[in-house]
């Protein structure tokens, strides 16, 4: 990677702008609604029960969070698998953005497990493991987590080699030596460990199947859970280059975003005939005349416009189209998500779960905090393409 | 262009080759078999009245606080409306028309439960000489899957407690374990005759408690001699998600009772040969066959690289 990197340059710039307080902001109420939660049980945040006791911190800061976090994941595979170098210049926003995502998740489950100081068990007890799929998503995104925090770390050392210090700077050069010659296995488990924890994502859900709607038991799921997460790595990656050109006047990558989305427009298509066509095989498709058929169509409807808007070779080599389109297609994607840990799970009629105000704001503080660290980030942090050649002197 | 859809088709090649396979050998899993001492209870609806007495006992024999009930007055009922973290044990009533029967609910103990195939540290484990499915909370992170996991929602969590525990009838195995003798065939009974509180105290001996396999030869007796009287003529729990250790006799549908509708495949059969598939099939073969895939194209990809670059034809 390092070989790349006369490409990445930091924003540099003011950092406590007044987004950015506002981001602080946010993130320090999640934070009280954290600590009140850890003082007095999850019961005194949330409305999680008996009956839902997974809501919207597993649903979406853990389950989508870490889909939006497969950025990284379905750059990696265009760039480093189908050699797709043109795509270079996404990787390392992408990557940071998966570490946040991932990071952040992390961070949820955290605030989220009854017992959590027992999790440090998890990896260590390895006499006790079962065949949870649960299990092997805990190990894996743990393990994901350390591999970004890896692949990140050069834009660190290429700061700390651009420093004054003689000693820092023979450091941070011995330390990329190490990681270009390692990086070809560290990349491949970067795109091994996805693939398995977002599939078992998908898994996870079978082990509660009576419970879920027929219309989202399918032991697909985990086929369609990782490929929902390149669609949703494609999408973000597309918003991520768009605004962050737009926020830090940085050159747009619209020719390369346009190409790439139609990759994605594909597989985005294909997923949803997929979806459809596992449904009527199994001779579902009466469900579909319900609530949740409603919802399904959404989930399926989403995808299949917005591959409808970017197969117009026209339509996605514009800005504009292709923000509306990557919306469109990251909606779509999370809402799978949404539907099958939530909406599609059904444990009676007497139950019923929104979240609580607190909840959400421990939710909206992970949110919040991801978007802060990214903006420091790359504040400081060779991460984004160069400014364009006129200003460089 | 013919670029893109090849590289669509790799996409959806790569990224799903360990789940790809996943759903073929649904069929070649194993069916787990109640253990030959399994412990369990049966219930014959038609018997309760409605006394609500194990409820009492349940509560007495497991140290669980009273329950205020709807109205939150904590010092004058004990009123649980349902399985809660203070309630291992319930009577509910079904009621339509003139019809109508009393239901008790509480842990099932399945033969192939899904509560414990969630778990991560085998926190919930299935006894094997009693099969009584029990709670080591050492090993618990408080995941709360277990709860998600269980057809029949009788997992509970203590969601007002900062260190809260899993609550769940775990077949007064504490009461029983002092009385516990090891028989030479190697099966584990109590002669003393403590079992679970609830059956201990029943007047009317609507539930019972024994060995799995008497107590199911003990309904099926009672279903003979009155063909008719019980719904479908069957014990639910035989085959039911696979079978459980406490069983059913009813004169209603066993879905009006709240019981849900299970094939005879165990539950967590689909997600365990999703998982059993991609992971223990082989052991591992599928990560680290697509691991050393993904690394050797890398590599190849890299040197390809290298190689052009050399030759001064850096295309890009």
């Known amino acids: ?317 514009r800005p504009a189209c292709q923000v509306r389109a990557a919306m469109i297609m990251l909606l779509g994607g999370i809402l799978h998500r949404v539907n099958t840990y939530l909406i599609a799970f059904r444990p009676g009629a007497h139950f019923s779960y929104f979240p609580a105000v607190p909840e959400l704001l421990i939710t909206f503080g992970i949110i919040a905090t991801e978007v802060a660290i990214y903006i420091a980030v790359v504040k400081t942090l060779p991460i984004l393409q160069g400014p364009p050649a006129k200003h460089t002197a | 262009m013919a670029l893109d859809r090849r590289s669509f088709i790799k996409s959806v090649a790569v990224g799903g080759v360990a789940a790809a396979g996943a759903a073929l050998p649904a069929a070649a899993s194993e069916r787990p078999v109640a253990p030959e001492g399994a412990l369990g209870m049966l219930y014959d609806a038609t018997l309760c009245i409605g006394c609500k007495t194990c409820v009492v006992a349940c509560k007495q024999a497991n140290d669980r606080q009273p329950d205020p009930g709807p109205w939150g007055e904590e010092h004058l009922y004990d009123a649980p409306l349902d399985l809660n973290e203070n309630t291992k044990n319930i009577i509910k009533l079904y009621r339509e028309g003139d019809t109508y029967s009393y239901m008790k609910q509480q842990c099932m103990h399945c033969v192939d439960p899904a509560c414990a195939a969630a778990c991560m540290l085998h926190s919930l484990q299935k006894d094997p000489v009693t099969g009584i499915v029990g709670y080591d909370p050492q090993y618990c992170v408080g995941c709360r899957y277990c709860q998600m996991s269980c057809p029949y929602n009788v997992t509970k969590f203590e969601f007002s407690k900062a260190l809260p525990l899993i609550v769940k009838c775990e077949l007064c195995r504490h009461r029983v374990k002092d009385a516990a003798v090891k028989g030479p065939d190697g099966f584990t009974r109590y002669p003393g005759g403590q079992g679970q509180a609830c059956c201990e105290v029943c007047p009317r001996g609507a539930v019972i408690s024994g060995r799995r396999d008497e107590l199911l030869a003990e309904a099926k007796r009672r279903i003979a001699a009155a063909p008719g009287k019980y719904f479908e003529d069957r014990v639910f729990g035989e085959t039911d998600g696979g079978g459980t250790q406490v069983l059913y006799l009813s004169r209603v549908p066993f879905e009006d009772l709240g019981l849900p509708k299970l094939g005879p495949e165990g539950v967590p059969r689909t997600a365990y040969a999703v998982q059993e598939g991609i992971y223990y099939k082989i052991p591992f073969a599928a990560p680290i066959g697509l691991f050393a895939v993904l690394a050797g194209v890398i590599y190849r990809n890299k040197r390809a690289e290298q190689v052009a670059g050399a030759e001064g034809g850096a295309k890009r």
């Open chain 1, 1 to 317: 990677m390092s070989n790349h990197e006369a490409v990445h340059a930091p924003v540099g710039g003011r950092l406590m702008t007044r987004p950015f307080t506002i981001l602080l902001a946010f993130a320090v109420v999640g934070a009280i609604a954290a600590a009140y939660r850890f003082a007095n049980g999850i019961g005194s945040v949330s409305n999680l029960s008996n009956g839902y006791p997974w809501g919207v911190w597993i649903a979406i800061d853990v389950v989508v969070g870490t889909a939006i976090g497969c950025g990284g994941y379905a750059v990696g595979l265009l760039v480093y698998i189908l050699n797709k170098g043109q795509y270079h210049p996404l990787v390392r926003p992408a990557v940071l953005t998966s570490l946040l995502g991932y990071g952040l998740a992390v961070l949820a489950v955290v605030i989220d497990l009854g017992r959590f100081w027992g999790l440090w068990k998890v990896p260590i007890f390895v006499w006790r493991w079962s065949h949870s799929p649960q299990l092997e998503v805990a190990l894996c995104v743990a393990a994901y987590t350390m591999v970004l925090v890896i692949e990140m770390s050069p834009a660190l050392f290429e700061k700390l080699r651009a420093g004054a210090a003689s000693g820092t700077r023979r450091f941070a050069e011995n330390a990329l030596r190490v990681l270009e010659k390692n990086f070809f296995w560290i990349l491949a488990l970067g795109l091994l460990l996805p693939t398995m924890h977002q599939s078992s994502l998908g898994t996870m859900m079978l082990l509660p199947g009576p419970k879920v709607h027929p219309l989202w038991f399918t032991p697909w799921l985990p086929l369609l859970f990782v490929v929902n997460c390149i669609i949703i790595g494609f999408a973000v990656v597309t918003l991520e280059a768009t605004f962050s050109a737009a926020a830090f006047g940085r050159p747009r990558e619209t020719r390369m975003l346009a190409s790439l989305l139609h990759v994605a427009a594909w597989v985005a298509i294909g997923w949803a005939a997929f979806r459809v066509v596992v449904v009527a095989l199994s001779g579902k498709l009466g469900f579909l005349a319900s609530g949740y058929g409603v919802a399904f169509l959404a989930e399926v409807g989403l995808l299949v416009v917005a591959g409808a808007i970017l197969l117009s070779p026209e339509r996605r080599s």
